[in-house]
């Protein structure tokens, strides 16, 4: 081969390495979701208090998160005065997920946990106000630097949990502007087949407006854009029960996504009952995921517990309701999703400390409050 040619094979193979997605697929792949809806007093948001407690209410009377976060690793830059007082009479600082230092540490960890991506959640409800939209942007910001310095994957995941039917059209139209913004070209961005993947959750839930007209306008603009769609459905979405709506075209909307995640936290408690949703649920499902060729996505979680949640909202819940086990009923979920024939897995989550999933570093010191133990059980 002449050199001129040889020079010209190269740098045709370097263009093409170069235009190739960093993350080409999601198969295979272990991911978390990221909430990062927290905001702090005095952080860049200007919002004051967010999902620690129910605004200018925050107190230490008043809160809504169950697992204390370890800031032993944070700076002072972003540590935020909280309420709450240590019993030595310290005082108990908070994080924020406005702060780019804090999002680029968490994604540090996913990298150091070995998690290969974060499905960040985009909530829908939020994309009316150009002060919510603003917040929001700027976590998608930290997030997409920090997964690109650490070498994580991203999905833009669209909650649309409480966003009427006749809203859905700003999630496809915040989609396209992502996507001529330059979302889906960022190294970090996740592909599945060929495409971008972007993630809607909340379809078919028993409990919410079935819209499925509405959903079907929406899955078709997404797909317009040349993206691949994971979609969140409802635990039994299969046989149309308990938690599902019974309507036959919901299958014939699933069918119209690339990958399916069905929501299962809280549908076991300890790893008989993982054991026994793996048998039951995930198997089959996965069996009818093969036959139309789609991806499936079990969702595991690491425990549960949403009692001070329950208690701002004049309810009652036990803290620590769905104990961890020292890791052993997660474990127990991965494996069990392993033995039904899953090559992917979503964890719920890896910053939701208001249900106590969160899987970030949440085992350091408390301060005085009704926060869940963490420590592990003496032997």
């Known amino acids: 081969m002449k ?5 010209l094979c190269l740098a045709l193979a370097a263009f093409a390495q170069a235009q190739a997605p960093r993350h080409p697929t999601l198969s295979g792949k272990v991911v978390t979701g990221y909430q990062g809806w927290f905001r702090a007093e005095g952080d860049p948001s200007g919002l004051g208090w967010v999902h620690f407690g129910p605004g200018k209410l925050f ?4 809160y809504s998160f169950d697992l204390w976060p370890d800031l032993r690793d944070f700076p002072p830059e972003e540590r935020y005065p909280s309420p709450f007082r240590y019993a030595d009479g310290r005082q108990a600082d908070l994080f924020s997920s406005a702060h780019p230092g804090t999002v680029r540490r968490h994604f540090r ?6 998690i290969d991506g974060a499905m960040l959640q985009r909530f829908a409800v939020g994309l009316g106000g150009s002060r919510n939209v603003d917040s929001l942007d700027m976590v998608l910001r930290h997030c997409t630097d920090a997964a690109n310095a650490e070498g994580r994957a991203l999905t833009v ?3 649309l949990t409480g966003l009427s039917p006749e809203k859905f059209r700003t999630v496809s139209d915040d989609w396209r502007r992502l996507v001529a913004n330059g979302q889906t070209k960022q190294p970090c961005a996740q592909f599945h087949q060929g495409k971008p993947l972007v993630a809607v959750w909340g379809l078919g839930f028993k409990e919410r407006p079935p819209a499925l007209k509405e959903w079907a306008t929406l899955l078709a603009e997404l797909k317009s854009t040349g993206a691949a769609i994971m979609i969140g459905v409802p ?3 299969r046989e149309q029960k308990n938690d599902s709506v019974s309507d036959p075209a919901l299958h014939d909307l699933i069918r119209r996504a690339d990958i399916i995640s069905p929501w299962t936290v809280g549908r076991c408690d300890d790893p008989k009952g993982a054991a026994e949703l793996a048998k039951e649920v995930w198997a089959p499902d996965i069996a009818w995921c093969r036959t139309k060729q789609k991806t499936y996505l079990p969702v595991i979680f690491p425990g549960f517990s949403w009692s001070n949640l329950s208690a701002s909202k004049g309810k009652k819940a036990p803290k620590n309701a769905i104990p961890r086990l020292g890791g052993r009923f997660l474990w127990s979920q991965a494996v069990a ?5 899953a090559k992917s897995l979503y964890i719920a989550m890896f910053d939701e400390i208001d249900e106590g999933t969160a899987i970030m570093k949440c085992g350091g010191p408390r301060p005085v409050g009704n926060f869940v133990d963490l420590s592990l059980p003496k032997r």
């Open 157 to 159: 995941m669209y909650d």
């Open 59 to 62: 107190s230490t009377e008043t």
């Open 337 to 341: 999703a392993r033995e039904a024939g």
């Open 235 to 237: 635990t039994y979405w």
């Open 109 to 114: 960890w996913m990298n150091e946990y070995g």
């Open 3 to 7: 050199p001129g040619l040889w020079t």
